[in-house]
């Protein structure tokens, strides 16, 4: 940035009466906000270090593609399915799409730059919502550090969900660009001038527009909004909560703040209103939880300290009894209902703890934040303000200041340069498809062994694998299912839990189906697979590290005397060679 | 700092606000859950069944009195407690709710409609200790199958298509272990929880046909969307001789619904066309496997039975599987459509040697086999265009 700057040179006298002949000298002067505190440094550093660490997780087998089938079916067709357009055996079942719009948004991605495509948009979204996460704990503390920990605390417990790249993705962007709202109205409310003892906010002006404005967007991206008007339902608990304490269990009802609240809230619930399904998709997703097959989906279960999600919850729940037993800082009515409510939905269902992880640090950070002050108390304290960027026309910033600026650009261009995004424009190598693909889920030998044999029509498949052959499968070949549970029959669902279990009368349920070939995850199936080679009806085709392929034959038929292919070695190409395996069925 | 609160009057006025915002969505939250659950609701059922008609009368597959001497031997002996209600189901469907006993110690047809329809005859035959075959259940009235036992019906929705087939009426009433009710809750229960890739799936999809045509589609307990020409599609698609008695009762559905199809159109063109095309390959197959003494057995669709003398052991060639396999497959002919049916000699040749069969057998043959022998005097009867309630002895 130029300034005019009004200050002469110290150079000779002679030089100095030139310049006054000429008029005031121009300087190149950056504008002071660019030049970053030591945590301004930090925080660039985590996220750009979670940007590449997004950047290179590899995507998996999941139902990533039968979302980018879904927005490629959207985009072609210039509708939203009523049924599922690709596999015949879901037909009838209705279909509600909650997740349209980042279906749509995952098949632009994907038809812009193929699989690294869906990786950076997966970065660029966690990136995003990271930093509005932070920039939510920073507004609501008024300390940049507290936001650092505050988000490496998020991440910590909630992990688990943030390895798959799937629309949840962007409603985690919602969700903290909720927080991000709610935290910037705490930080506008006049009681900020009692940072130690705040009441309860009030609504600002500005959120009337931008929360269902943002609840709108959400709605039509995944069916987590539900999520946001939880959250927002907990700060509507925690207003009558603060009104009973200022007014009394009898006035508490006639606190404004209370009544804005509650009204701020029913516009976000009248905002998800606006989509293609109206009311329809709120009731569907508050069924969703409802449907039969989730039962066998163990991120549906509840949660127990044993299963993935259980030690990183039990390690907040420490983390609050810390908090809880030492902060004097009083406690938030709405932040107290949020905790409480979201640590009660991951009770229940284990999936949840995206949103707890991300609550309870937000929920935290003000008291780690005490916590921190009390235990440094003999240092002088610092002023709320002191952490926020230097502006123009204050006191010379120190010229370290300038190096954390410096390294933090760095930091964004390392991040840049190791993230496959810059591959095109510094003409890195591409990477190999077992550096995009999740090694260990993706049936990636399979898939080559299904192209060269050109094999067609439907297929027993695990679950798993489903959504990735309907996108990278030979022309012809259909899944039995794919990870869409709820779009599946309940009988087929048990049946599936049947073959897959090797329980009494597997084959005779695939032969229900016709199906005739199968693919089978030696890792997750392992006695299936060596139930099928035991049967007399079931022929190995191929026998890999990954899976193996059978095709059914006529038990009274002698079985073929050739042994089943073997992988090669070769350095996989992209399954079925070029982009050409790309099908819109 | 201490927030104001608001007078009496901006109270009331933010309740009226609220009360309107809230009723407002609730009211339509209701309506459209409400006009989802009414596009999900059973479509009206057909007051009276329809009959699915035996389509031709042919003297040269069976005569007339040789019929009725045929039929004669076909009662359903009163066993009491023994009594298979199994036996009951077949009996009823082959020789009607008029039928009257020419011998006695056979049931009539009222009494084997009393019981499978009133729980209090069922109980009076059976005692209070057996499960009751007519249960209440969350969509109606639900028929108790089980493959062994003499108290359950032996298939899925096997008596309720006999009841449709017999022509009971939606009011017919019934009776069940808790209390009064009618056909149309049996019908309820066969629709509702019908499930596409359900196991046996042959009578369930008659009922539908029976009791829906000429609507063409209904919904689910899963809120699926059924159509007949998805179940014209999942009757096509297993191998044959899979499912129920080698798989003809799929190609007796799928000719009956082709028959209702002929006069309501349930069927979208590509679909009819393949239904027909193939029947005429099952019919094909017919042909290409018969053993010249006019019999099929349990390999019918792949093989021609290789001895005339029928297997002792096993589950496909003994002197019952060719009853059965023959008899069905007479039955699903009867009512087929001109175009799929095998040359005349083919049928009349079955039908001769399933006509010296029964009258070679002994009672006790003719009891332990009576379901089998049920569907081959059946057959028999329709190739005289009547079902056998309809022919005077």
Redesign the interface.
């Known amino acids: 940035m130029i300034r005019k700057s009004p200050v002469a040179s110290d150079s000779s006298s002679q030089q100095h009466a030139s310049a006054e002949r000429a008029g005031p000298v121009l300087r190149p002067q950056v504008d002071p906000r660019w030049a970053l505190s030591s945590q301004g440094f930090l925080a660039v550093a985590l996220l750009s270090t979670l940007f590449v660490l997004a950047s290179h997780v590899p995507l998996r087998s999941t139902d990533l593609w039968s979302h980018v089938a879904y927005g490629q079916w959207i985009m072609q067709h210039g509708r939203l399915p009523a049924e599922d357009p690709f596999l015949p055996q879901y037909a009838g079942m209705p279909v509600v799409d909650t997740a349209w719009g980042s279906q749509v948004l995952l098949a632009g991605a994907y038809r812009l730059g193929r699989e690294e495509g869906l990786s950076l948009i997966y970065a660029a979204t966690l990136l995003v919502a990271f930093a509005f996460f932070l920039r939510a704990a920073h507004l609501l503390t008024g300390h940049l550090g507290t936001g650092i920990v505050a988000l490496l605390l998020a991440v910590a417990v909630g992990w688990s969900r943030l390895l798959t790249i799937r629309p949840e993705n962007f409603g985690l962007l919602a969700f903290c660009t909720l927080l991000w709202l709610l935290a910037r109205n705490e930080r506008s409310a006049p009681e900020q001038a009692e940072p130690e003892a705040p009441a309860y906010p009030d609504v600002a002006g500005w959120m009337w527009p931008a929360v269902p404005g943002l609840m709108i967007l959400w709605a039509n991206l995944h069916g987590s909004f539900v999520c946001g008007l939880v959250l927002l339902g907990a700060y509507v608990l925690g207003a009558l909560v603060a009104a009973w304490r200022e007014h009394g269990l009898r006035s508490c009802l006639r606190d404004g703040r209370f009544h804005r609240w509650l009204l701020l809230s029913e516009l976000a619930l009248a905002a998800t209103v606006v989509n293609p399904y109206g009311m329809g998709l709120l009731i569907h997703t508050l069924q969703f939880a409802g449907h039969p097959n989730l039962r066998d989906i163990i991120e549906w279960h509840p949660l127990t300290l044993a299963s993935s999600p259980g030690p990183e919850f039990g390690f907040s729940l420490l983390v609050l009894l810390v908090w809880w037993r030492w902060s004097r800082r009083p406690l938030h009515p709405g932040h107290l209902a949020a905790w409480g409510v979201f640590a009660l939905l991951t009770v229940f269902t284990m999936r949840m703890i995206i949103w707890y992880a991300l609550v309870f640090a937000y929920v935290s950070a003000p008291h780690l934040l005490w916590l921190y002050r009390a235990w440094r108390k003999p240092k002088p304290q610092v002023p709320e303000a002191q952490s926020e960027p230097a502006t123009a026309g204050q006191e010379p910033v120190s010229p370290w200041r300038w190096v954390w600026t410096l390294a933090a650009g760095l930091f964004v261009w390392s991040a840049f340069v190791l993230s496959p995004a810059s591959s095109p424009l510094l003409g890195a190598r591409k990477r190999t498809p077992y550096q995009i693909y999740h090694r260990m889920t993706t049936p990636y030998r399979v898939t080559q062994f299904l192209h060269r044999a050109k094999l067609q029509g439907l297929v027993f498949v695990p679950q798993h694998w489903g959504d990735w052959l309907l996108v990278h499968g030979p022309r012809g070949l259909r899944p039995w299912l794919t990870s869409n549970i709820h779009l599946i029959p309940t009988q087929l669902w048990q049946d599936y839990l049947r073959v897959w279990q090797v329980n009494a009368g597997w084959e005779r349920t695939l032969q229900r189906y016709r199906i005739e070939l199968a693919i089978v995850d030696k890792n997750m199936q392992g006695a299936l697979y060596r139930a099928m080679l035991g049967s007399r009806s079931w022929q190995p085709l191929y026998d890999g590290p990954d899976g193996a392929v059978f095709r059914w034959s006529d038990p009274d038929r002698p079985r073929s005397a050739f042994p089943p292919e073997k992988p090669s070695r070769a350095t996989p190409s992209t399954p079925g060679g070029s982009s050409s395996q790309e099908k819109n069925r | ?6 007078t009496r009057r901006q ?1 009331l006025g ?1 309740g009226l606000l ?1 009360a309107g ?2 009723g407002g ?1 609730a009211t ?2 209701a309506l ?2 409400r006009a ?1 659950r009414l596009r999900r609701r059973l479509p009206p059922l057909r007051p009276k069944p329809w009959a699915i008609r035996p389509l031709r009368d042919e003297p040269v597959v069976v005569e007339m009195d040789v019929l009725r001497q045929v039929l004669n031997r076909l009662e359903l002996r009163d066993r009491g407690p023994q009594l298979k209600i199994n036996h009951v189901d077949h009996a009823l469907r082959f020789l009607g709710q008029e039928h009257r006993p020419k011998q006695p110690g056979m049931l009539s047809g009222r009494q084997m409609l009393a019981l499978l329809t009133d729980h209090r005859e069922f109980a009076r035959r059976y005692g209070t200790q057996q499960p009751p075959l007519l249960e209440p259940s969350v969509w109606g009235v639900r028929v108790r199958f089980s493959s062994r036992g003499l108290t359950a019906s032996s298939h899925r929705d096997h008596t309720v298509a006999t009841l449709a087939e017999v022509g009971l009426p939606l009011d017919f009433p019934i009776h069940t272990s808790q209390g009064p009710a009618a056909m149309r809750d049996l019908v309820r229960h066969v629709l509702l929880s019908f ?5 046996e799936y042959e009578w369930s999809v008659l009922v539908a046909g029976l009791y829906l045509a000429p609507q063409r589609v209904w919904f689910n307990r ?6 007949f020409d ?1 179940l014209a599609v999942r009757i096509m ?3 044959m001789p ?1 499912g129920v008695c080698y798989g003809n009762h799929r190609l007796f559905t799928l000719a009956a619904l082709l028959q209702l199809d002929r006069r309501h159109r349930l069927f979208d063109p590509q679909v009819r066309s393949a239904a027909v095309r193939y029947l005429q390959g099952m019919s094909r197959r017919l042909v290409q496997h018969q053993h010249p003494r006019g019999f099929w057995n349990g390999r019918w669709p792949s093989r021609r039975p290789e001895s005339l003398r029928p297997a002792t052991t096993g589950t496909v060639d003994r002197l019952p599987d060719r009853i059965l396999a023959t008899g069905h497959a007479l039955e699903w002919l009867a009512i087929a459509p001109e175009e799929v049916l095998p040359p005349r000699e083919i049928v009349a040749r079955g039908a001769a040697w399933l006509i010296e069969t029964i009258q070679g057998l002994s009672d006790r043959d003719v009891e332990q086999w009576y379901t089998f022998l049920s569907h081959a005097g059946r057959a028999l009867a329709m190739w005289r265009g009547k079902y056998p309630a309809q022919i005077p002895r």
């Open positions: 700092m201490s927030h104001p609160l608001l109270l933010f609220h915002l809230l969505g339509w939250a459209d859950y989802e499930a596409l890739d359900q196991q899963d809120g699926r969307r059924l159509s998805m698609r297993q191998r899979q």
